[in-house]
């Protein structure tokens, strides 16, 4: 039996307003408590109107799983006590949902999504001098109060932690690409995540934030697990909190007490009907989802499917830089090459992602312009690309700054020096071994601190071989 | 009321003085019959002076839904009913008395003092919209009382002080600024002393708003234009079920306002609602469970009571709300919230839900023979404060019987008197199909 996962993913969505008031669902910058109406505050005398918007993001998320859309739906009202919540009741889905019965495939790997539904976020609150279990009070900021979220459900279909965070970027990858989610807005995705060991109770572990701590979440669960199944201690059914300072989880309530959330209808939503138009709509508006996207980079761009995968799912921001590049740039096979095997591993080395990095294509555009005019050597390449993505100055002027630090005539005397100590390497290039020269440029480079520029070294060098 | 309206028209009409004398008038109305929870405070502006039922926001003036936890609860907005009557003219003097949240059919379960029958101290105005039907008589200006229904809490005043309540059709009315009883029944309606001040108020606070996702599109409509309008040739259906248990006088009044609407005309036939008997108890499980859910919010937070305790937040809520709701309230969370919970909620709430749709159809049918459907107001005469007493929770909810299936359909009725016995008022409820409210004043003005 093994180890069984499924996931509840809580996407907030891209709308202009909250899922029932007007307020904006994008609150940066904000006070706490200011981006609030009496509507997200659960005022009395207030009703919540629906969003438009936050169904039709609903809609695309459906059709990008492949699932099956409700054509008639309703909201219910999920009743529980808690801080966060303004009416102690959240406005969500339960008998009829948005969505069924979908499927979403990573590699090998098919998930079956079980039910996608819209519903409010709640306020977000802050645990003064502690955590959940233990803080001495409580902040309540309810300036997230009402933002629209999308629940995608899943089947169990995980048997390890791992897949469940390619299965995860490639959903953030797919949302993105749909436009319903907007990390640059600093939108969220949260997931609990439902885990069993050889067919035992479920445990529930809640809201975790990030791709990795849901691993790790996972990796500590599930070996909690089975070491209480080794000493024959009983697994309780319960949900749990995940940790992320000690990438370990905590028993928030044991499941037994709270199962009942006593749904009813929600009588100030009426019914939403989705009609043949609409979905049409929808579907025509559908954005290029990212295996469309790979399939084109390879017709368009004549990349291989490699590189043209590498591009898309790394994430959606880091397709469009590159297809930004290609549109001053006419040659997409070097973008693609440069971009991959040396832009992305200097981004991956510093944990940034192109978006919150200081590159720009412009300056990207400018770097490969310099090696196309062979201003740049493909050597000096790799090592000028990791400056400009630590420093952010553009190519153009690393490069000039790089000529500046060593006179031409410093550099003359470093190289008689270089060709005087190697009268091997002189030889060997005569006989016609070219890569004698490159051995030459690399020791001159080392000489000046690499201070200097290998074109310019080149042509120094075969001017002054001795004949 | 018409003569006042034509008098500001003409301008032969002083506004400050009548202002004065109609907030002395309505301090007075307070006094003596308890029909006030908060009165206006700041000098009003406007020509007609109108109440607001307390569990309808008004802004600036505190709301508190005849709830203790509600106390310091001072609205940030108007009702969408209330600005729409300030927008013609409208001027608020007070927020009317009324059962906790609206649970009573006697304006008895009240925090702040139950209100007194104007014809008779010693009994009850009905509830829940006990002060607004008081105020409605009482004045002697002209006047306007917003009021609410969810199971019958127009009707059941209206019928007890001998005043005109009209409750419209589902949707007619915006609920934007009501504080939630049942949200799938909950209608604001008026209470007038005649006909022609129900069908006035009604013309001023209908009408589409986008702010309730419940108000239909449509546009505005006078109803004030069918004050006696031809009833001849009206058909009338009489519900045989309506009648038992009721009160003998009041059967006998009943029927004799039905005998003075076919002298004018109008025909009746008797005939049977056979699913009458499921209208109360399913009225009850829809209206707990939404109610239940609706009362969840209060809790000391974001408004309303709060308090200084040590603990937990279940206990800071639990203590709140202890304090802060009353008996009846309490009884009906809990009520609620068994009908909802899983292991009941298929045989109580769906099962209600499901019913409920047998009973507009059965109704639907009705009115493809009648144009209205005419049942006694309340199967009893005022009672005595001292009398409701001795009721059982469940013998007060069976007095909701005659309006409990309108309420659950969302059907418009219309409370008219039906002549007194022994100096109380009696009345008579006419139903019509959905936005038929030009049928009821028409029905309502010729028995008048």
């Known amino acids: ?70 054509r008639t739906m309703f909201f219910s009202r999920k009743t529980y006590f808690y801080p966060d919540m303004s009416k102690n009741y959240q406005i969500t889905q339960y008998e009829v949902p948005l969505a069924t019965e979908g499927l979403l495939s990573v590699g090998d790997l098919k998930i079956r999504i079980r039910r996608v539904h819209i519903e409010e976020d709640p306020a977000r609150l802050v645990h003064v ?17 009402g933002v629209p979220l999308a629940e995608i459900v899943t089947e169990p279909d995980f048997t390890s932690p791992k897949q469940t965070r390619a299965f995860l970027e490639k959903l953030m990858n797919m949302l993105e690409h749909t436009g319903v989610y907007d990390p640059g807005k600093e939108a969220t995705i949260r997931v609990d995540a439902n885990v069993s060991i050889d067919g035992g109770e479920r445990v529930e572990v809640k809201n975790i934030t990030g791709f990795e701590n849901v691993e790790k979440a996972l990796n500590y669960e599930i070996i909690r697990q089975n070491s209480l199944k080794r000493s ?62 790979v399939a084109r980079f390879v017709s368009q761009y004549g990349l291989t499917e490699y590189y043209a995968g590498v591009i898309v799912y790394t994430d959606k921001r880091f397709a469009d830089f590159y297809e930004e590049c290609c549109r001053s740039n006419g040659h997409p096979d070097i973008v693609a090459k440069w971009a991959v095997n040396y832009l992305l591993k200097s981004l991956n080395w510093r944990s940034e992602k192109i978006s919150d990095s200081k590159v720009t294509p412009k300056g990207f555009v400018e770097f490969l312009a310099l090696i196309e005019n062979g201003k740049l050597n493909e ?16 190519p153009g002027e690393l490069l000039y700054k790089t000529k500046l630090n060593i006179s031409e005539e410093d550099l003359r005397d470093i190289i008689a020096k270089v060709l005087k100590e190697n009268g091997r390497a002189i030889e060997d290039y005569r006989s016609g071994r070219k890569e004698s020269l490159q051995f030459l440029i690399g020791l001159v480079l080392k000489e000046t601190k690499k201070q200097s520029n290998p074109n310019e070294i080149s042509k120094l060098l075969t001017e002054m071989m001795p004949r | 009321m018409k003569e006042h309206l034509e008098r500001v028209k003409a301008q032969d009409f002083d506004n400050g003085e009548f202002i004065e004398k109609v907030m002395q008038s309505a301090s007075n109305i307070s006094n003596e019959y308890s029909a006030f929870i908060t009165m206006a405070k700041d000098k009003p502006n406007g020509i007609l002076p109108i109440s607001v039922k307390d569990n309808i926001c008004t802004k600036g003036i505190r709301t508190t839904a005849g709830s203790k936890i509600l106390d310091t609860y001072v609205p940030p907005f108007d009702a969408t009913a209330v600005s729409k009557a300030k927008a013609s003219g409208g001027f608020v003097i007070g927020k009317t008395a009324m059962d906790e949240f609206g649970f009573g059919t006697f304006s008895t379960n009240c925090a702040y003092g139950a209100p007194k029958n104007p014809h008779n101290k010693e009994r009850v105005c ?44 589902y949707g007619l009315v915006s609920r934007w600024g009501l504080i939630d009883y049942a949200n799938s029944m909950d209608r604001i309606g008026v209470i007038g002393k005649c006909s022609y001040d129900a069908a006035l108020g009604l013309s001023i606070i209908s009408g589409y708003d986008p702010l309730d996702s419940t108000s239909m599109n449509r546009g505005a ?44 005309g109008a025909t009746y036939e008797e005939f049977s609602l056979k699913l009458t008997k499921y209208a109360t108890p399913a009225y009850y499980i829809i209206a707990l469970s939404e109610a239940s859910t609706n009362l969840a919010k209060f809790c000391g937070i974001r408004y309303g009571i709060e308090k200084q305790i040590s603990g937990n937040y279940d206990e800071y809520f639990s203590a709140i709300r202890e304090l802060g709701f009353g008996t009846e309230a309490k009884r009906r969370i809990i009520l609620g919230t068994y009908a909802r919970m899983s292991g009941y909620r298929d045989a109580y709430y769906i099962r209600a839900l499901k019913i409920r749709g047998k009973i507009i159809s059965e109704f639907k049918a009705a009115f493809k023979r009648y144009d209205s459907i005419a049942t006694p107001s309340m199967p ?69």
């Open chain 1, 379 to 394: 050597r000096f390449a790799k090592e000028l690309i990791k400056e400009y993505v630590d420093t952010g100055v553009s």
């Open chain 1, 1 to 70: 039996m093994g180890v069984m996962i499924g996931l509840e993913v809580h996407c907030q969505l891209n709308t202009d307003s909250k899922l029932f008031c007007s307020d904006s669902q994008d609150h940066r910058g904000k006070r706490p408590n200011e981006n609030t109406c009496p509507i997200c505050l659960g005022f009395p005398g207030s009703k919540p109107k629906i969003s438009k918007k936050a169904i039709e993001h609903g809609m695309t998320i459906a059709l990008a799983l492949n699932c099956n859309i409700s």
């Open chain 2, 221 to 264: 409509t006078d109803y004030v234009k069918s004050i006696g309008n031809d009833v001849k040739g009206m058909k009338i259906g009489v519900p045989k079920e309506y009648f038992d248990g009721v009160d003998k006088d009041i059967t006998e009044n009943v029927w004799k306002s039905i005998k003075l609407l076919e002298s004018m």
């Open chain 2, 126 to 169: 009905g509830g829940s919209s006990g002060g607004a039907a008081c105020v409605a008589y009482a004045a002697d200006f002209p006047h306007i009382a917003i009021a609410q229904s969810t199971g019958g809490s127009i009707t059941a005043p209206a019928a007890f002080t001998g005043t005109v309540g009209l409750t419209p059709t």
């Open chain 1, 129 to 145: 001098g502690g955590d959940i279990t233990n803080s001495e009070y409580t902040l309540m900021d309810y300036n997230r109060s």
């Open chain 1, 232 to 293: 024959q201690m009983k697994i309780a059914r319960e949900t749990r909190h995940f940790d992320a300072t000690t990438s370990t989880t905590k028993s928030l309530r044991k499941k037994e007490y709270e199962d009942d959330y006593g749904y009813i209808f929600d009588p100030d939503l009426p019914m939403v009907r989705i009609d043949d138009e609409w979905l049409a709509k929808i579907k025509r508006l559908m954005p290029e989802l990212p295996d469309q996207r």
């Open chain 2, 380 to 448: 009893i005469l005022p009672p005595k404060f001292s009398e409701i007493n001795s009721l059982t929770p469940a013998q007060t909810y069976s007095m909701d019987r005659l309006t409990t299936a309108p309420n659950l359909c969302g059907f418009p009725t219309i409370s008219v008197p039906a002549g007194t016995i022994n100096g109380l008022p009696s009345g008579i409820q006419l139903i019509a199909d959905h936005l038929n409210e030009n049928k009821l004043v028409a029905l309502a003005s010729a028995c008048e």
